[in-house]
């Protein structure tokens, strides 16, 4: 076989997150989140096959960079569970739903990029990660005490653009306790605040940023809220993006 299964890392934050629980093969099975797809979805392969069938014709589908594995209840032989699985194609792909029940068909995403306890550079380069259909996912804490701010960049590979700002604000230029959302392309700053109600960030705690990328946007969502960004069509998501950057926290998890 030439697929050799790596178990790695295992993202639990709380049970409202889209927690991710195992890896094999550069494919990572989320517990409590599914894809919104604007199409049907199509077979991944001809007939049945495992997980590791299905990432295997997935990742050779340049359209596919997620699948979804639903198992037939009754066929565990020696281990192997067998099942059907289909892909929405990446540029149909619309949004995250985050799921309380855990259902029978289990989403699997791809990654190819994965940071663990970054060191203590601050800015990284993270090439790929917003390529379309791709999930980018930041996990940090909030320090004690809270700082004035938090920023949290997606930087164009010309150093200067900002795509995407996530800031969550303590006390920052007069805005207390809001989510600012933000870009500058351009030297021209784009500058949201989001409402009071979209500021789950406490002292102390953990927090997860999740940025889906579609064709209408940026889909980001923190703790499960969500927000959209539009970016500027003139950016080449897989050639452009080229750094994350972060100040005034520790980010422990990325990976896209
Ligand atoms: C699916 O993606 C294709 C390719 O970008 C696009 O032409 C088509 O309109 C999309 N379909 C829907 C329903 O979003
Ligand atoms: C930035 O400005 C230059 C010169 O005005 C223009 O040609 C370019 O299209 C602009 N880029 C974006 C992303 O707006």
């Known amino acids: 076989m030439a697929f050799r299964a790596v178990l790695l890392l295992i993202c639990h934050i709380n049970q409202q997150v889209g ?55 009754s066929s565990t032989i020696s281990n192997v569970r067998l099942g059907t699985c289909s892909f929405c194609p990446a540029y149909n792909i619309t949004g995250l739903n985050y799921i309380s029940i855990i259902s029978q068909a289990e989403t699997w995403l791809g990654f190819f990029g994965r940071i663990l306890h970054p060191p203590s550079i601050t800015y990284l380069p993270i090439p790929g990660a917003l390529s379309m259909g791709r999930l980018l996912v930041i996990k940090s804490r909030v ?85 959209r960004k539009l970016y500027d069509k003139t950016i080449h998501l897989t050639k452009d993006i080229g750094f994350l950057r972060f100040e005034y926290t520790d980010v422990y998890m990325i990976s896209y």
């Open 143 to 227: 320090p004690i005490p809270e700082p004035e701010r938090i920023i949290f960049d997606i930087f164009h590979s010309n150093k200067k653009d900002i795509v995407y700002r996530v800031s969550p604000r303590w006390s920052y230029k007069g805005v207390k306790e809001r989510l600012m959302i933000s870009s500058n392309v351009n030297k021209t700053w784009d500058v949201k605040s989001l409402s009071a109600s979209k500021f789950p960030f406490l002292k102390g705690e953990d927090f997860e940023i999740n940025i889906l990328t579609t064709q209408q946007g940026f889909m980001v969502y923190i703790d499960g809220n969500s927000m």
């Open 19 to 73: 927690s991710c629980i195992l890896i094999s093969s550069k494919f990572a099975k989320f517990e409590n989140i599914e894809l919104s797809c604007g199409v049907s979805q199509y077979p991944l392969l001809p007939s049945v096959g495992d997980h590791l069938t299905c990432s295997k014709a997935c990742k050779e589908n340049p359209d596919c960079t997620s699948f979804v594995f639903t198992p037939f209840t």
